[in-house]
Every structure is written in structure tokens, then in C-alpha cells.
């Protein structure tokens, strides 16, 4: 797992190995249901951009909650619920997750109900409509200004915020199966940015990563948060763009 965060960006996040060591700490104590670490390995076996993503996540998700909240409390929530974000995806035929060409309407539908699937197999598991796992597994995808799925709401918790904020940016950063060549930090930033100005990702959440990723490491508070668009989208991006078949 540890090689995970040894590329970049992770490093520039991590430089303080023992808060690695510490955030981890936190996961190999947290005790979940037994078929959901069988989940993991599957990812793992299967598709393991996703297994490699849920560490991230975690791993991003809970610094960012250290340093921004200081919730002991709430750390631990992101260690149960961080990794367990996508797993709604193990209902999602591999041909679509793993798909190099345009998604179809139907398949983008498809994959957009991991999501659900994901909140009825945590809540199944945690036997708890209401577990903060199983309702990030729902909402990561919700957007502050009601733009997300499945329910189009306006998301507001801020555990939820920070875990799709990180969602994202690790996305941005990986390459993935519509998409080649990942973005660099900076486009990555800059995207996030975007969004965070549009209203629909937290800009708090946005600068408590920022902060995180500079060299003098100021509180987010005091983050200038540029507006200027330097970076460029990679190419072959086909996120967003759908086959007319």
C-alpha cells in the first residue's frame, strides 16, 4: 500500500511519514463486515485502478480531515467510509467500467448506479440506513449546487465534501480507461478550482488541499485560490462525451 503514496503528488502530501504511518493506524483498526475486505480483494484481482484509488482516498481524505477539522471522531468515520466509497462498482459489469471508448447513455446510467448499489450493500452490511459509510458510498457523487447523482441533491456534509473532493483530484491525476494520460497537478488544481468557483465542490475543501500540496504549508485560511486557467486538459479525454450508438 505504501507505494501508493510514494508517486507523485502523494509525496509533496505525505512528507511527514509518521502521519502516514498514523493515518493507516487508523484503518487496520477500524472492523468492518468481512465480505466487504472479500470487496476489496476483488477489486484488487479485477480492476485494480479501483482497488488503488479507494487507498488513496483514504489516505487523502483522512489527512485533509486531520488538518481541516482536528476531529478524532471524524477520522476515524473517513477511515470506515473512505475505502468503501466505490464499492457499489462490484455491481457494474467490467466491460463498462474498464470501456476505452465513449460510454453509451445506458451505460453511463449503468455505471452512475454504483452509487446506489453501493448504499444498499453497506447498509445491508452495517445493518444501518443512516452509517456514514454507507450514505458516502450514496452522496460522493451529489454536488453542492444539486448537479450530481442519484438524487441530485445539494450536498452539504462536509465528511462527504472531503471525500469527493479527493475523489476527484485522484481521478484527475490516474490514468483511467477513457483517458490515457492523466492530468498534471496543476490542470488538476486549476479543474478543481473551476469547480469550487462554479459552486459545486467546496472551495473550503479546495484550499485545505492546496495548502496541503505547498511548500510553506499555510493554514487554508490563508490560501489565495488563483482563478487563471495555465494548465490544459490531456488529450484523449473522453470523459463526458458520449457515443451517439
Known amino acids: 500500500l505504501w507505494e501508493f503514496f510514494a508517486k507523485p503528488p502523494y509525496p509533496l502530501f505525505f512528507e511527514d511519514i509518521e502521519e502516514l504511518h498514523t493515518l493507516f493506524a487508523f484503518l487496520e483498526q ?4 468481512t465480505p466487504l475486505l472479500h470487496t476489496v480483494g476483488y477489486f484488487k484481482k479485477k480492476d485494480f485502478y ?8 483514504f489516505g487523502l481524505s483522512a489527512l485533509l480531515t486531520k488538518n481541516m477539522i482536528k ?3 471524524l477520522i476515524e468515520i473517513q477511515s470506515m467510509a473512505a475505502p ?15 470501456k476505452k471508448t465513449p460510454l453509451t447513455e445506458e451505460e453511463l446510467n449503468i ?9 444498499v450493500l453497506l447498509s445491508y452490511y452495517f445493518k444501518d440506513l443512516n452509517h456514514p459509510a454507507a450514505l458516502v458510498a450514496r452522496d460522493h457523487h451529489e454536488r453542492r449546487d444539486g448537479s450530481g447523482y442519484p ?25 483511467r480507461s477513457y483517458r490515457p494520460s492523466p492530468y498534471d497537478q496543476r490542470s488538476a488544481i486549476e479543474e478543481l478550482t ?7 465542490i467546496d ?32 488529450e484523449g479525454n473522453l470523459y463526458g462525451i458520449l457515443s451517439e450508438d
Open 71 to 73: 476531529d478524532k471522531a
Open 151 to 175: 438524487c441530485s441533491i445539494s450536498q452539504k456534509n462536509r465528511t462527504i465534501e472531503i471525500i469527493a473532493v479527493c475523489d476527484i483530484f485522484d481521478a484527475l491525476i490516474s490514468k
Open 30 to 33: 477500524v472492523e468492518v463486515p
Open 84 to 98: 468503501f466509497h466505490d464499492i457499489g462498482k462490484i455491481n457494474i459489469p467490467m466491460n463498462i467500467i474498464q
Open 203 to 234: 472551495i473550503e475543501v479546495v484550499k485545505i488541499l492546496i495548502a496541503l500540496v505547498r511548500k510553506d504549508k499555510k493554514h487554508f485560511s490563508l490560501v489565495d485560490v488563483s482563478t487563471q486557467q495555465r494548465g490544459s486538459e490531456p
Open 194 to 200: 473551476r469547480l469550487a468557483n462554479n459552486g459545486i
Open 50 to 57: 479501483t482497488y488503488r484509488h479507494i487507498i488513496t482516498v
Open 111 to 119: 455505471l452512475k448506479q454504483h452509487t446506489v448499489s453501493g448504499y
